[in-house]
């Protein structure tokens, strides 16, 4: 059961290229890939394929420079899934792979997991606003200098705690300016491997707009810095304050593209979806509105689960469950509620929908 993937996807890489073996184990073959990302046909047998005896399997592609891979223990991430799809395989075969590949996670010992491989990402560092101090800075030296605490940051400190974000895991800012409304703004820095590379300033009042003033790449993926090594599943929402809850990672609005999908699955979790579900009726149109469903249309093109938690029929977000019902029992709901078939997914999708 193991080495079922990698003997499925040797064996289609075969029959499919006329592919020949190296002896160092190799199997080359006309590249399944370089069409389908722009770049002229392979007709050099510049692809190449390793299966492991340990179950885990390795494709390169030295044309276009695509590389997918699988090794027991992991998910299929979306990239894996797109090879086997050019190689010919059956949509219906992918999605059994997916669902075996999380059956096996349970054999291996975390211990024995191969590291995911993935390309290099990076995002540039930005500053955060000028003036801006994390609220415990910002705490100490209002109390060093017996100065009076100005209203604004009280509210900006009271919006975070009414939250119930963890203020000693996570830090905050707050900048006593009024360009952007700043100073009715609590600011949230964006990490990447332990640098400031944007951050999005939410407001905290009705009449402080945009919502959101934010600087950041539109690839990133917020706090993928707190996610463990020895996690099983990574939560993927859309707002930061939802991420924050729950320890998940946010994508920051309704769709997820292809480079945040690599940094996602190049955590080697089971990724598992929630997204919002402030669904409303147009009046007009007399049609639900859900912006959400985008999200879940997404989470089935990379075919990763989507969870349907029972709360999710009165909270419209997970921070908002976990201000009503606690943080424990919102994330046993989001496990609980998981669905990884396609046609389960795309049946609890339209029971909200329609």
Same mark, same amino acid.
């Given at each position: 059961m193991i080495d079922h993937i990698a003997n499925f996807t040797s064996d289609l890489w075969t029959q499919a290229r006329r592919a020949r073996r190296s002896a160092s184990g190799w199997i080359s073959g006309n590249a399944v890939c370089c069409a389908h990302?722009?770049?002229? %046909? $392979?007709?050099?047998?510049?692809?190449?394929?390793?299966? !492991?005896p340990n179950g885990a399997v390795t494709y390169r592609c030295f044309n276009c420079n695509f590389k997918a891979s699988y090794a027991p223990g992991r998910p299929l991430t979306y990239k894996f899934r797109k090879l086997l799809a050019w190689m010919g395989a059956d949509p219906n075969a992918i999605e059994r792979l997916g669902i075996e590949a999380l059956r096996i996670k349970d054999l291996v010992p975390t211990?024995?997991? %191969? &590291?995911?491989?993935?390309? /290099?990402?990076?995002?540039?560092?930005?500053?955060? /606003?000028a003036g801006a101090v994390n609220f415990h800075g910002m705490a100490e030296f209002y109390q060093l200098s017996n100065q009076a605490i100005p209203a604004d940051f009280i509210e900006v400190v009271d919006y975070v705690a009414n939250r119930k974000i963890d203020l000693q895991?996570? +830090?905050?800012?707050w900048a006593d300016d009024k360009i952007y409304g700043l100073n009715k703004r609590?600011?949230? /820095?964006?990490?990447?491997?332990? +640098?400031? =590379?944007?951050?999005?300033? *939410?407001?905290?009042?009705?009449?402080?707009? &945009?919502?959101?003033?934010?600087?950041? $790449?539109? !690839?990133?993926?917020?706090?993928?810095?707190?996610q463990q090594k020895n996690?099983?599943?990574?939560?993927? #929402?859309?707002?930061?304050? @939802? %991420?924050?809850?729950? @320890?998940?990672?946010? =994508?920051?609005? !309704? $769709?997820? !593209?292809?480079? +945040? %999908? @690599?940094?996602? @699955?190049?955590?080697? #979790?089971?990724?598992?979806? =929630? &997204? $919002?579900?402030d669904i409303k009726y147009d009046e007009r149109t007399k049609k639900k509105k859900w912006a959400g469903a985008a999200l879940i249309d *997404?989470?089935?093109?990379?075919?990763?689960?989507?969870?349907?938690?029972?709360?999710?029929?009165? #909270?419209?977000?997970v921070n908002e469950a976990v201000q009503k019902y606690g943080k424990l029992f919102v994330l046993k709901a989001i496990i609980q509620g998981k669905q990884t078939s396609k046609l389960k997914i795309e049946l609890l999708k339209r029971r909200l929908y329609n």
């Open positions: 990302r722009g770049e002229t %046909a $392979d007709t050099r047998s510049r692809g190449g394929l390793i299966a !492991n211990t024995e997991l %191969a &590291p995911v491989e993935s390309e /290099p990402i990076t995002f540039n560092q930005q500053e955060l /606003p895991k996570y +830090q905050f800012y609590v600011i949230i /820095p964006f990490l990447w491997k332990g +640098q400031t =590379v944007g951050y999005t300033a *939410r407001s905290v009042d009705a009449e402080t707009k &945009p919502k959101y003033h934010s600087s950041h $790449d539109s !690839n990133y993926v917020f706090n993928v810095d707190q996690w099983k599943f990574v939560v993927v #929402c859309e707002g930061p304050f @939802d %991420a924050m809850s729950i @320890d998940g990672v946010a =994508v920051l609005h !309704n $769709d997820i !593209n292809e480079q +945040q %999908a @690599d940094v996602i @699955d190049s955590l080697g #979790c089971e990724v598992v979806v =929630v &997204p $919002d579900f *997404r989470a089935i093109e990379y075919g990763w689960s989507v969870s349907f938690p029972v709360w999710a029929e009165t #909270c419209k977000d």
